[in-house]
T-cell receptor, first 113, second 115 residues
Framework: GNSVTQMEGPVTLSEEAFLTINCTYT??????LFWYVQYPGEGLQLLLK?????DKGSNKGFEATYRKETTSFHLEKGSVQVSDSAVYFC????????????FGGGTRLMVKP | DADVTQTPRNRITKTGKRIMLECSQT?????MYWYRQDPGLGLRLIYY???????NKGEISDGYSVSRQAQAKFSLSLESAIPNQTALYFC??????????????FGQGTRLTVV
């Protein structure tokens, strides 16, 4: 079956530090890949997505590139802010097979001033 | 108003009680989903529905049932709640395939505690 593995947290960074959260996946075929973010007390929001190999998703300074050869979709941001503190989920789905999402375990990011 | 609304937001219930979690959406999407979030496990799919007459089990459907009352409403029931069903529950919607749109939209979650 499909699966997503992401680095365990929590990840604690100082403001303006560089962020990487690793994500790898196992799937048959070519899924769409996503990063969702969950701020405290809220639901999940789509942060960025990529639908085919070598696509780069970007939003709010975050970026991730769909790497088919390494089955990875690592999340990066050059300079984090306190407001980026949240839980980040990597996920995959197949749009032509129901759009059901398979999630990684989530990575909590804490950014200190 | 939120596009995907879940009620209640928080609930404490006793073991053996029946409980229903409700979800309604204003996005006009055909597809609706129920997920459960547990620490370290991410979200796991309980049930999903592609339209009013189409209900499917997900990865962890045991102990749960659902009802799709209308395109906009999708309820999750625990017939006899047990403590290991304590979790954060999310409803989500997505459009039917068309142009490869794959984004899902989530409600704010229902925190359920079974004591």
């Amino acid at each position: 079956g499909n699966s997503v593995t992401q680095m365990e947290g929590p990840v604690t960074l100082s403001e303006e530090a560089f962020l990487t959260i690793n994500c790898t996946y196992t799937a048959t075929g070519y899924p769409s890949l996503f990063w969702y973010v969950q701020y405290p007390g809220e639901g999940l929001q789509l942060l960025l997505k990529a639908t085919k190999a070598d696509d780069k998703g970007s939003n709010k300074g975050f970026e991730a590139t769909y790497r088919k050869e390494t089955t990875s979709f690592h999340l990066e941001k050059g300079s984090v802010q306190v407001s980026d503190s949240a839980v980040y989920f990597c996920a995959l789905s197949f749009w032509n097979a129901g759009n059901m999402l398979t999630f990684g375990g989530g990575t909590r990011l804490m950014v200190k001033p | 108003d939120a596009d995907v609304t879940q009620t209640p937001r928080n609930r404490i219930t006793k073991t053996g009680k029946r409980i229903m979690l409700e979800c309604s959406q204003t996005k006009g999407h055909d597809r609706m989903y129920w997920y459960r979030q547990d620490p370290g496990l991410g979200l796991r799919l309980i049930y999903y529905s592609f339209d009013v007459k189409d209900i499917n089990k997900g990865e962890i459907s045991d102990g749960y049932s659902v009802s799709r009352q209308a395109q906009a409403k999708f309820s999750l029931s625990l017939e006899s709640a047990i403590p290991n069903q304590t979790a954060l529950y999310f409803c989500a919607t997505s459009p039917s395939p068309g142009g490869g749109n794959t984004e899902a939209f989530f409600g704010q979650g229902t925190r359920l505690t079974v004591v």
